[in-house]
């Protein structure tokens, strides 16, 4: 079978990394074709639209979508939506799984991708004065987000770190933490322990190596995977993978379109790289992925992003 993979490089390094993760596929020789498809802040100064009715047209035709990054104002933008914000709503990818791996460590950030925080419920009151957040969490989302995180951890080293802050977010963190407490108790081979995400944050820096399966929600997701990518390489080596119940997935380094040095081709391709192995992993390819996997790990970025991207694809 055929897998048609959608190819988004988006902004800044998107650009640089997205073309080298995709020539790390090509060269693999598997029965992958390829389809290239717009969106970001450049798209929508363009054409007004950050994410056109093409690409998604054309990501709901694939298998798979393999995704650079895009820049977002920091300051509202009439028009302007995050398109993978966007992506993982409309295609409801409701997991972003984040591993970490390297110094000794081998993590992996089960975040919930659909609501929390991200919601996207914001306004203002007192004429400007007052700005609040909606944080909306249900126990449909946390039930099948600590679900799929006891699936993995039973496929690993089975141990599930449920991450909250019930003891202050009483409502919201407290009905994640007790629907996921519930799904757990069914995975009677795992050890489940819960832990505060300010102690979490603690004991990422300090013990690392203690975890294996981290679930937790939106925004506590984002900023730890962030944290446990700085304890090995960096954003530099950093994958994600998105997913929901059926196809397509989408897969994205976690970093940014780092716009600092974005044109300079000293982009590190290989947190791209890793990602495209986890697109890899998720068509079956499951041999590939693990070469794709072991020879990154095991290639320096030397500063160049084709020069890297080259000697990934030769020693494969
Ligand atoms: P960033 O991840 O783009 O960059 C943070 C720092 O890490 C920068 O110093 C950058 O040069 C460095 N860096 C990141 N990736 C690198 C790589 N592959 N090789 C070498 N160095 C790398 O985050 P930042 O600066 O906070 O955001 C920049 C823009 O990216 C913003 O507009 C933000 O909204 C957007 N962004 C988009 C995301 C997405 O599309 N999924 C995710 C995160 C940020
Ligand atoms: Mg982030």
Redesign the pocket.
Known sequence: MVAAITVIP?D??GQE?IPAAQAVLAALDLPLVFQQAEAGFGTFEYWGDALPSETLAMCAASDAVLFG????PMTKVAGYHSP?LSLRRHFDLFANLRPTVGNGIDLLIVRENTEGLYSGRERLEDGGATAIAERVITARASARIVRLACEYASQRRGRLTLVHKANVLKETCGLFRQVGLDVASEYPDLIVEEMLVDAAAMRLVFNPVRFDVIVTTNLFGDILSDLAAGLTGG??VAPSANIGTGRPALF??V???????AGQG????R?AILSAAMLLDFLGHTDEARTVRRVTYDTPHTGGTERTCQAIIDRL
């Open positions: 988006g800044g390094i990394v990054a895009t820049s977002s993978i954003l530099g994205e380094p970093h940014g379109s780092a716009p600092d040095i000293v982009a590190d391709p947190a």
